[in-house]
């Protein structure tokens, strides 16, 4: 096994005022709805599982469950990162959430970052993290227009 990191940025701004979308991205029951690959999200307090379904890497599967944990500064910024409990898990995210208030909406800014231990090669390094690139790539996209259906905004 060999552990491969991949990162993801993105901002967009939303009619939906941030008090909307501070709801949504801080709902366990709804990010499984919003977010594809997301199976359910345990959540006890600031600590969170997250149950990913088989995602596609360079004809292989992968499934995962890691524990994080969650910062909420309301109502601007949630981050999060692996679990002091849990330093050894095979998938490892990292991430923030921005949340500015402008113009009547919301300017959404997403930093994530994901690590994990995969069965290939180190000599696969550029071609497997760069399917993990197009795989957050599709996933921030459906995302995206789920987050906006869901805020009435499609």
């Known amino acids: 096994m060999t552990r491969f990191t991949a990162s993801k940025q993105s901002a967009a701004t939303v009619r939906s005022s941030p008090k909307e979308v501070w709801a949504a991205l801080t709902n366990p029951e709804l990010l499984p709805r919003l977010t594809p690959y997301l199976q359910r999200i345990d959540a006890d307090g600031d600590t969170w599982t997250w149950h990913v379904t088989r995602v596609p890497v360079l004809g292989k599967s992968i499934g995962s469950t890691f524990v994080e944990q969650m910062h909420f500064d ?45 069965p290939f090669p180190r000599v696969a390094r550029v071609p497997v993290e760069g399917a993990m690139v197009t795989v957050m790539s599709g996933m921030g996209v459906a995302f995206s227009r789920n987050l906006l ?3 009435g905004e499609r």
Do not use: F, K
């Open 74 to 118: 309301e109502p601007d910024r949630i981050s999060y990162a692996p679990h002091p409990d849990h330093p050894d898990q095979q998938t490892q995210v990292r991430g923030e959430y921005h949340l500015e208030g402008r113009d009547g909406g919301t300017r959404l800014s997403i930093d994530i970052e994901v690590s994990v231990e995969l």
């Open 149 to 151: 259906r869901h805020l």
